[in-house]
């Protein structure tokens, strides 16, 4: 049995698993320190199933401790940037365009040395190895111990960054580095952003492995963990203390693919309707799309696998106005149970008007019962219009797709929503996100530049589904069990080579 | 005359997206470059074209190749500074001010390090009021006046100069230097006098551009609508406002040509837009029959952010807003219409003034 695991904004849900069956489930609030929730919740949920701890082979955990650490600018290391692309780059060294408190709290240590690729893979300038010991001389001399290092065109040639690596390494035993082209795609600046955030949560991520490693020997479960990334795969904790920072926005995506397993849809979109917000996402062969431009992490730039997820301020604690109708952005959130009409409190939310206009039956249904119906009426028909909008916004094309409704929201929604071909409230519902979590594979992905003109089509795409299958078992995925998820091709605009860019995704299942 | 500071890059390379006309390359990299070389340099000075002395010396800087390499391989920094000062020695002459050769998409921001950094005025002008993808398609071509002595510079240290007969020729010559230099260069090109300046350049684009960003920065923050303020700031048409059902592409002769198809919403309900693109927006019908076409600009900006929307990230779903902006009138001639108009672009059609079918 496995157990899963998602840490959400304002709960924290455990889910306890015997194959593809749901055991039990348990929801409790998240806590400031995140680990003491999860604890609890695995905890919980165990004594309620009574199934005793040695009977869990696997646990799997999705966490916002480290974008935690980054949006309180808390527990970061001081990180050296180095990045190879002399005489190229000068002009805009590592960290330009961070928030500056966050460039301060780790150190705004920055070296740009000689080294780097052009598009078609030809160096722009040789390595310098004693350039680079010079380099990694220094870092340690102001003792630090993370570093981040890019070079340009790294995902077209990753040689550089791999060789400057044992060279540091080499000067530096204990430092722990973090390679570009492992985390980030095309986009130098967002790249190392990326990069940079992963070395500076170094410290974080082995603290925090320890302590699930430990509050697991706490619960007598003797078994593997892995950390969700925000691809829908998993991570083991070795893997997990090298890339923290691929848990970013894991809980969005560990929605959609609980969605995707509970409703056995492989292509759908997802409405994920929380307290506050609600999140939608589309599922391409039973994982999120993944968003194609630069994402934000707390003021930084990055380019690296995040899912494209449109969220809107609609949630079951919505605060509803009158006149004129009007539902949320501002919310109750996890107040509602307190300060909701039908709770016995004084504010009209979204979750009143779906008690009011009989979808639910929830609290005391007399609180409401002053409502004005054709006003219920107009602000569900509101609500509606809202997630018809948000669902049509992140469609790929106009042929109605499944719908899936998850979360505690859903029950906002009543009506077919427009475009879509049916909907399905799965069973399990308010805990898809830790679902997500436990039935989770594990991936590789390779996205980098071919030239056609040198491989061919056929070719270059033959490459990279080999690179992609390598990463997967590589990650620990059985090799008999891979399947290629996603291929994409992107040409480059106002390059005439023929040049174009291949990313491939390939996941597999866990080799227990 | 006034001076540029960092806030004032931030809106010109906001509103630049706007006449970027879905294509002229993101900005970012040339915003940050710029930034980073008034807080160095100090703030540059924006003269106004009728501000130039008729006997100055003013060149037009600018990047060439593919953007998307440029978010790669960051510039130096001085390659656009040895290919200015390339073509300096090479006229013999002192340079007096830089500008830019277009002001949508990214060129709008490029003579910024350039004017910054040698401490020279940029005129508030450019030679296109938009986004073109080749380097013969500025205003300078239809006076008369070469690209030649052309100078091309990259980060390695690396500077030519072009002498050429026409300038398709340095676009063609300047097009293989570029992928030689690893698909990123800086170019200094089109040395013109201030008396020829005030002929062929469009007048007060890096203001007009300015202007829209300022416009777009200040609704948000008003929480008003942008789509409103962008369409008062441009001076434009809204020739329509849908939602994207369908989008076509394919890759020809290196260029990402295709189409996009809106659905119309509220008063163009019953109606759909398609919209051809090449890098940049050039054609639109409604229903089969052509309402904007290149020259004139066609903008597609999110309908509830106001964002300007590029033809790579045109998709399903999309709520826009579609403005049609008038070219300015130099393009409007034949001789203009030539060099950019319907026909360059392989569309067999007339083009007609967007304020004759709105205005």
């Known amino acids: 049995m496995r157990i899963g695991v998602d840490v959400g904004g304002t709960n924290t849900d455990a889910v306890l698993m015997d194959g593809n069956r749901v055991v039990g489930w348990h929801k409790t609030p998240t806590t400031p320190d995140v680990t003491s929730g999860i604890t609890s919740a695995m905890k919980t949920v165990l004594q309620e199933t009574k199934v005793p701890a040695t009977q869990i082979k696997a646990v799997m955990i999705g966490t916002t401790h480290f974008t935690n650490a980054v949006v309180e600018r808390k527990r970061l290391m001081q990180t050296a940037a180095v990045r190879l692309g002399l005489p190229a780059t000068e002009s805009l060294p590592p960290m330009v365009d961070w928030p500056p408190d966050l460039r301060d709290t780790i150190g705004n240590h920055k070296y740009l040395v000689h080294g780097g690729h052009e598009f078609d893979g030809r160096e722009i300038s040789p390595l310098d190895e004693s350039e680079l010991r010079d380099v990694a001389k220094d870092i340690k001399s102001k003792g630090i111990r993370a570093v981040a290092i890019s070079a340009v065109f790294s995902p077209v040639n990753s040689s550089f960054e791999e060789r400057a690596a044992e060279i540091i390494q080499n000067e530096i035993p204990d430092a722990?580095?973090?390679?570009?082209?492992?985390?980030?795609?095309?986009?130098?600046?967002?790249?190392?952003?990326?990069?940079?955030?992963?070395?500076?949560?170094?410290?974080?991520?082995?603290?925090?492995?320890?302590?699930?490693?430990?509050?697991?020997?706490?619960?007598?479960?003797?078994?593997?963990?892995?950390?969700?990334?925000?691809?829908?795969?998993?991570?083991?904790?070795?893997?997990?203390?090298?890339y923290p920072v691929l848990t970013f926005a894991s809980g969005p995506t560990n929605s959609m693919r609980g969605a995707a397993f509970l409703s056995g849809a492989k292509d759908a979109m997802v409405v994920d309707l929380g307290g506050t917000t609600s999140d939608v996402g589309m599922l391409l062969r039973g994982f999120p799309r993944e968003a194609?431009?630069?994402?934000?992490?707390?003021?930084?730039?990055?380019?690296?696998?995040?899912?494209?997820?449109?969220?809107?301020?609609?949630?079951?604690?919505?605060?509803?106005?009158?006149?004129?109708?009007?539902?949320?952005?501002?919310?109750?959130?996890?107040?509602?149970?307190?300060?909701?009409?039908?709770?016995?409190?004084?504010?009209?939310?979204?979750?009143?008007?779906?008690?009011?206009?009989?979808?639910?039956?929830?609290?005391?249904?007399?609180?409401?019962?002053?409502?004005?119906?054709?006003?219920?009426?107009?602000?569900?028909?509101?609500?509606?219009?809202?997630?018809?909008?948000?669902?049509?916004?992140?469609?790929?094309?106009?042929?109605?797709?499944?719908?899936?409704?998850?979360?505690?929201?859903?029950i906002l929604v009543s009506r077919q929503i427009k475009g879509a071909s049916e909907m399905v409230r799965p069973e399990h519902f308010p805990v898809a996100n830790a679902i997500g979590a436990a039935i989770a594979q594990v991936g590789g992905e390779t996205d980098r530049v071919f030239a056609l003109a040198e491989l061919g089509r056929e070719e270059a795409l033959r490459q990279a589904r080999q690179e992609a299958t390598d990463k997967a078992v590589a990650a620990g995925a059985k090799e008999e069990t891979i399947t290629i998820v996603d291929v994409e091709e992107v040409p480059l605009a106002y390059l005439p080579s023929n040049a174009v860019r291949i990313r491939v995704k390939a996941v597999g299942d866990l080799a227990l | 005359m006034r001076l540029l500071h960092p806030e004032n890059v931030e809106d010109i390379a906001l509103g630049a997206?706007?006449?970027?006309?879905?294509?002229?390359?993101?900005?970012?990299?040339?915003?940050?470059?710029?930034?980073?070389?008034?807080?160095?340099?100090?703030?540059?000075?924006?003269?106004?074209?009728?501000?130039?002395?008729?006997?100055?010396?003013?060149?037009?800087?600018?990047?060439?190749?593919?953007?998307?390499?440029?978010?790669?391989?960051?510039?130096?920094?001085?390659?656009?500074?040895?290919?200015?000062?390339?073509?300096?020695?090479?006229?013999?002459?002192?340079?007096?001010?830089?500008?830019?050769?277009?002001?949508?998409?990214?060129?709008?921001?490029?003579?910024?390090?350039?004017?910054?950094?040698?401490?020279?005025?940029?005129?508030?002008?450019?030679?296109?009021?938009?986004?073109?993808?080749?380097?013969?398609?500025?205003?300078?071509?239809?006076?008369?006046?070469?690209?030649?002595?052309?100078?091309?510079?990259?980060?390695?240290?690396?500077?030519?100069?072009?002498?050429?007969?026409?300038?398709?020729?340095?676009?063609?010559?300047?097009?293989?230097?570029?992928?030689?230099?690893?698909?990123?260069?800086?170019?200094?090109?089109?040395?013109?006098?201030?008396?020829?300046?005030?002929?062929?350049?469009?007048?007060?684009?890096?203001?007009?551009?300015e202007n829209i960003g300022r416009t777009i920065r200040?609704?948000?923050?008003?929480?008003?609508?942008?789509?409103?303020?962008?369409?008062?700031?441009?001076?434009?048409?809204?020739?329509?406002?849908?939602?994207?059902?369908?989008?076509?592409?394919?890759?020809?002769?290196?260029?990402?040509?295709?189409?996009?198809?809106?659905?119309?919403?509220?008063?163009?309900?019953?109606?759909?837009?398609?919209?051809?693109?090449q890098n940049e927006n050039l054609v639109a019908k409604v229903d089969g029959e052509i309402m904007v076409s290149v020259p004139d600009l066609i903008t597609v900006l999110d309908t509830e952010t106001g964002e300007p929307i590029t033809t790579e990230s045109l998709r399903y779903g999309f709520r826009v807003t579609v403005l049609g902006i008038p070219c300015n009138e130099k393009w409007r001639t034949p001789e203009g219409l030539e060099l950019v108009g319907p026909r360059y672009f392989g569309y067999d059609i007339d083009w007609v003034p967007v304020e004759e079918t709105y205005g």
């Open chain 1, 176 to 242: 722990s580095l973090s390679l570009s082209h492992e985390i980030g795609r095309m986009g130098l600046l967002e790249r190392e952003n990326a990069a940079i955030l992963n070395a500076c949560l170094g410290d974080l991520a082995k603290t925090i492995v320890e302590s699930f490693r430990k509050a697991l020997k706490d619960m007598k479960i003797d078994a593997p963990f892995y950390l969700s990334q925000n691809d829908g795969t998993l991570m083991g904790a070795d893997f997990a203390e090298k």
């Open chain 1, 292 to 410: 194609s431009v630069a994402v934000e992490i707390s003021g930084v730039r990055t380019n690296f696998r995040m899912p494209d997820v449109y969220s809107f301020g609609l949630g079951g604690g919505s605060i509803v106005s009158q006149e004129p109708v009007k539902i949320g952005p501002q919310s109750v959130g996890y107040e509602l149970t307190t300060r909701g009409l039908v709770f016995g409190g004084s504010v009209l939310t979204a979750t009143d008007l779906a008690v009011a206009g009989g979808l639910a039956d929830i609290g005391d249904s007399a609180a409401v019962k002053h409502l004005d119906p054709a006003f219920v009426r107009a602000a569900l028909d509101e609500i509606q219009t809202m997630v018809e909008t948000a669902v049509d916004r992140m469609k790929t094309s106009a042929e109605p797709v499944p719908l899936i409704l998850v979360g505690g929201g859903t």
């Open chain 2, 17 to 209: 997206a706007v006449l970027g006309t879905g294509g002229g390359g993101d900005p970012y990299i040339g915003k940050l470059m710029g930034i980073s070389a008034i807080s160095e340099f100090g703030p540059v000075t924006l003269l106004s074209l009728d501000e130039m002395d008729d006997d100055a010396l003013i060149v037009p800087t600018a990047m060439m190749g593919a953007p998307t390499v440029m978010l790669e391989k960051l510039p130096k920094g001085d390659e656009i500074i040895k290919a200015f000062h390339a073509l300096e020695s090479y006229l013999g002459k002192k340079i007096t001010a830089t500008m830019s050769a277009e002001a949508g998409g990214l060129n709008s921001v490029t003579p910024l390090t350039v004017a910054a950094r040698l401490r020279i005025p940029m005129v508030d002008c450019d030679g296109m009021g938009r986004a073109f993808p080749e380097l013969q398609m500025v205003t300078a071509t239809l006076y008369g006046v070469s690209s030649t002595p052309f100078a091309i510079g990259d980060e390695k240290g690396n500077s030519a100069i072009l002498n050429t007969i026409n300038n398709r020729w340095t676009e063609t010559f300047s097009r293989s230097i570029t992928v030689d230099m690893g698909c990123a260069a800086m170019i200094a090109c089109y040395a013109t006098t201030g008396k020829d300046l005030k002929q062929w350049a469009v007048p007060g684009t890096i203001s007009i551009v």
């Open chain 2, 218 to 277: 200040e609704a948000r923050r008003a929480k008003a609508n942008v789509v409103e303020a962008v369409k008062g700031a441009v001076g434009g048409f809204e020739i329509f406002q849908g939602k994207i059902v369908d989008v076509r592409r394919r890759t020809e002769k290196g260029f990402a040509r295709g189409e996009a198809v809106i659905e119309g919403v509220d008063e163009y309900g019953s109606q759909k837009l398609e919209l051809h693109f």
